[in-house]
């Protein structure tokens, strides 16, 4: 497993925009998919985008399409998540996760390493 940790969560009027950053805490060579999840108040984790350790092949949630964009470094050892266009329903604590495997995943159980999470609000 790989320690993991978030950055560039915060408050943010509706319609504006949030880059969140992931890093393992150590340096590792690893290259694995990592996917971004989140869970708002009341309800059940979700799934939100996923990129394969390659950085070719992305998914997301429906709800995010066209308004967030995950991408990786070129060292391949960091992921990002870019939030447009956010709306109050985006409000919910954002998790970052890496899988030991290169393919793109959307199940919590596919993926082994978690980071703690940081707090997205999205005001309206």
């Known amino acids: 497993q790989v320690k993991l940790a978030e950055t560039g969560g915060g408050l943010v009027q509706s319609g504006g925009s949030l880059t969140l950053s992931c890093a393992p805490s150590e340096e590792t060579t690893n290259t694995f998919a990592m996917g971004w999840f989140r869970q708002a108040p009341g309800k059940e984790r979700e799934f939100v985008a996923c990129i394969s350790g390659g950085g070719r092949i992305a998914q997301y949630e429906d709800s995010v399409k066209g308004r967030f964009t995950i991408s990786r470094d070129n060292a391949r050892t960091a992921v990002y998540l870019q939030m447009n266009s956010l709306k109050p329903e985006d409000t919910a604590v954002y998790y970052c996760?890496?899988?030991?495997?290169?393919?793109?995943?959307?199940?919590?159980?596919?993926?082994?390493?978690w980071g703690p999470g940081t707090q997205v609000t999205v005001s309206s």
């Open positions: 996760a890496a899988r030991t495997s290169m393919r793109i995943a959307h199940e919590e159980a596919d993926f082994s390493s």
